[in-house]
Nanobody, 115 residues
């Protein structure tokens, strides 16, 4: 069973940066496809960024070049570097990973951007 733990959320002023970390454990696979999603208070979920097992990336439209997803395969960690944060980026951010077609989720980390 894969466990995912997010960290790095918090409050930041508009224009600031945060780096989210997703630490995975329990997988028998050396490289997992991993991603970051955000969820609104109304329960809507949006893609933030994906990184494939081989390092290919994909981003949600709202990112507009401000975020970078990366991975550390030795330590089974994915990172989301978020720059030029805006108040509309405020949400709970979740990490996920896919192992043999099963999707696992972390518990989320709150990101709040003060305008």
């Amino acid at each position: 069973q894969v466990q995912l733990v997010e960290s790095g959320g918090g409050s930041v002023q508009s224009g600031g940066s945060l780096r989210l970390t997703c630490t995975s454990s329990g997988s028998t696979v050396s490289r997992l496809p991993m991603g970051w999603y955000r969820q609104t208070p109304e329960g809507k979920t949006y893609l933030v960024a994906l990184i494939s097992a081989l390092g290919g990336t994909n981003y949600g439209d709202f990112v507009k070049g401000r975020f970078i997803i990366s991975r550390d395969d030795e330590n089974k960690i994915s990172y989301l570097q978020m720059n030029d944060l805006q108040p509309e980026d405020t949400d709970v951010y979740y990490c996920n990973a896919v192992e043999y077609s099963t999707v696992y989720w972390g518990k989320g980390t709150q990101v709040t951007v003060l305008g």
